[in-house]
């Protein structure tokens, strides 16, 4: 069972939403965890980065479409803010893998921050440079600007939800309390 989403019954103004996309390995846990952090409006899987138009997992999954499997977040910046969405995020990856979360090996589960507005840049390169203090291999978390986004099928959608014995890397027990 899925812990509780601290976001049902909030109310959010769209004016202050903001977006980032986040690769965090097979995207049914990094969609789980991070839809549960208090400020988060909505979560999305798909696949990001890559070469093919309007890819479909099965080819994404062979790793030959250079996509990410990713997703998107949207937030409320007077519920929370970027640093604290990534502090979260770190939580549930090794950041020093090289295109490897848990036991799903190719760069399609590689770690990844991407963003679509300029000025999140610095605070997540600012963030990532404090993060490379905790850890003796260097963080592996490509940080780019968004190039594409397309969403996974809409079985891949709130799949823990659907299936609650799925597989998850992600360890939902490091949700904050709120």
Known sequence: ????NPNEGLEFKQENLR???LAGGCFW???AFMERIYGVYS???GYANGHVLNPEYKE???GSTGHAETVILKYDITKTDLTTILHEFFKTINPTSLNRQGVDIGSQYR?????VDKNDEPVITQFIKEKQKEYDDTIMVEVCELRCFYDA???HQKYLEKNPGGYCHVDLGLLPNE
Do not use: Q
């Open 1 to 4: 069972m899925l812990p509780k």
């Open 19 to 21: 977006t980032i996309y």
């Open 29 to 31: 846990g990094t969609d």
């Open 43 to 45: 979560t999305r899987c």
């Open 60 to 62: 994404v999954k062979t």
């Open 111 to 115: 770690t990844g921050i991407y963003f």
């Open 153 to 155: 099928e809409e079985y």
